[in-house]
């Protein structure tokens, strides 16, 4: 016979009878069973008798504070999640309620349909194994340094909360990864996750973007269309780059989350939408609030919990675990690819101005220009990725081999193409110019600028391997030793540039 199990129970504290009497109603309906406390010291007394699934607070009580209960619940009943229900227009007591350790909050008046999404959240975190979300196969974060370990202690606890979070870490050192990593151990797990780069949308669509749009309600509004909030309802909503949005549309986001509602544009009335924010930047929040271009209210309610990502030269002892999974992905399934000796030294010593998503570049780049899936210390091609100036870097890049041009990162592209044009500067293409670090004089006096730089550079670059190759007769081994790469590098430069050795 099977057991049947008790229902939820949930711990209403509030000293409006009127307000508790509807609470109780409600939660009743949702079939569950509900204890109510008109004080503090009710409260108090009631917590050790029961396992309460939810214990739901107002933040001003006769005999104290709802806060000293959220401070009591966090500190001594660690799996019960505890909300609180804030005056209308007081978001700052919410935020302070949030940075202590509540899981949520609703606001007076009570919108109903609010609470009982609240109630259904709280309730998915201690839902039996059964009914719980399965946890990811593996964490997202690679890495076994104290400070990845530390990071993802972190994001455990804070998946159990609903408070927002601000994220904080260099470009590159994966943001998103950590925002996904909190919304797969949460219990939104389930639910949509979308990921929002508010430096990416016009704004004038802005508002259409986020909050959706009715027929008709603009031109070539030719169907209804929900927007980032109703496609994230009952998940998460990542405002990547949220440093980026125009304070216009700041003061809108900040009424959507405040409210926990959204308005269509062409719409007369608002949803109500379920999402948990997580915003995330490179750039200093504070200082844009104080240069006016980002709101303070707004940055206060992003900003309730912050989460720091470290740069990946802060945890090089990842750079193991990180390689193999990026190169488990980078790799075809004919094909194993495999590390030769040396190399993870070569990357310790290099200082990753763009974190892991250049260590992704350098190992997507050495790997086009690897033989049979060995990757040498010379196909990192690390002088090219901009080591740190005076780091340990530099010393690791100038024995790494120049750049494969025009293969090179994005912000590596120049210097990289400058560097490959510095050597025929000089009166002899040797050796001795590829170790030294001149000074750049311009690469050509222009009488006007030319009208496409990338057909420019391409242009110097097969002249100077043309020079190379002209001087050592066509013999391409002692060619890439005087320009200081790889033959595999100088044999892709060629194909690329359409260099042919001439017929004889």
């Known amino acids: 016979m099977t057991a049947v199990r008790a229902c939820p129970r949930v711990l209403v504290v509030d000293d409006e009878a009127d307000l508790r009497e509807l609470l109780e109603i409600t939660l009743v309906r949702m079939g569950l069973d509900v204890d109510s406390a008109a004080t503090l010291a009710q409260a108090r007394a009631l917590l050790p008798e029961h396992d309460y699934a939810l214990v739901l607070t107002d933040m001003r009580l006769p005999d104290g504070l709802g806060l000293e209960l959220v401070r009591e619940v966090v500190a001594a009943y660690k799996n019960t999640p505890i909300a609180v229900v804030t005056a209308f227009g007081s978001a700052d007591n919410a935020v302070v309620a949030l940075k202590a350790g509540a899981f949520d909050y609703v606001s007076k008046p009570v919108a109903l349909d609010q609470l009982r999404l609240m109630v259904q959240s709280a309730l998915r975190l201690n839902a039996p194994a059964a009914e719980a979300p399965a946890p990811p196969a593996a964490s997202r974060l690679k890495g076994d340094s104290a400070v990845i370990q530390a990071l993802r202690a972190q994001i455990a606890r804070l998946a159990r909360s609903m408070a927002p979070i601000a994220i904080h870490g260099e470009s590159g050192s994966g943001k998103e990864l950590a925002a996904r990593e909190i919304h797969a151990q949460s219990s939104r797990a389930g639910k949509p996750f979308v990921a929002v780069n508010c430096g ?31 496609a994230a309802n009952g998940g998460t909503l990542l405002l990547d780059e949220v440093a980026d949005l125009p304070l216009a549309m700041q003061v809108k986001l900040l009424r959507a989350i405040q409210e926990r509602r959204v308005r269509k544009l062409g719409a007369t009335a608002e949803e109500p939408v379920d999402v948990r924010i997580i915003s995330a930047t490179h750039q200093d929040l504070a200082q844009c609030v104080e240069s006016g271009r980002f709101r303070q209210d707004l940055f206060y309610r992003l900003n309730v919990i912050e989460l720091q990502l470290p740069p990946l030269r802060e945890r090089l002892d990842d750079l193991g675990p990180l390689t193999d999974a990026i190169l488990a992905r980078l790799g075809s399934f004919a094909q194993r690819v495999v590390l030769a000796p040396q190399v993870l030294e070569a990357l310790r010593g290099y200082a990753f101005p763009g974190n892991v998503r250049e260590l992704e570049n350098i190992l997507e780049r050495a790997l086009a220009f690897s033989d049979d899936g060995v990757i040498e210390v010379a196909d990192l091609a690390l002088k090219a990725a901009r080591p740190a100036e005076g780091g340990a870097g530099a010393t690791a890049g100038a024995t790494a081999g120049a750049p494969p041009a025009g293969t090179a990162s994005a912000p590596a592209a120049g210097p990289a193409a400058a560097q490959a044009a510095q050597p025929a500067q000089s009166a002899q293409l040797g050796a001795s110019s590829c170790a030294a670090e001149p000074a750049a004089p311009p690469l050509l006096a222009l009488e006007a600028l030319p009208a496409s730089l990338p057909d420019y550079l391409h242009q110097i670059e097969r002249d100077i391997i043309v020079r190379a190759l002209a001087q050592t007769q066509y013999n391409r081994t002692q060619a890439a030793q005087l320009l200081g790469i790889s033959f ?11 260099i042919q050795e001439p017929e004889t």
């Open 200 to 230: 990416a949308i016009p704004e004038a669509l802005m508002e259409a973007e986020f909050f959706g749009y009715r027929k008709g309600a603009f031109t070539g509004a030719a169907e209804e269309r929900d927007g980032f909030f109703q």
């Open 488 to 498: 595999r590098q100088l044999r892709y430069q060629m194909q690329k540039l359409g």
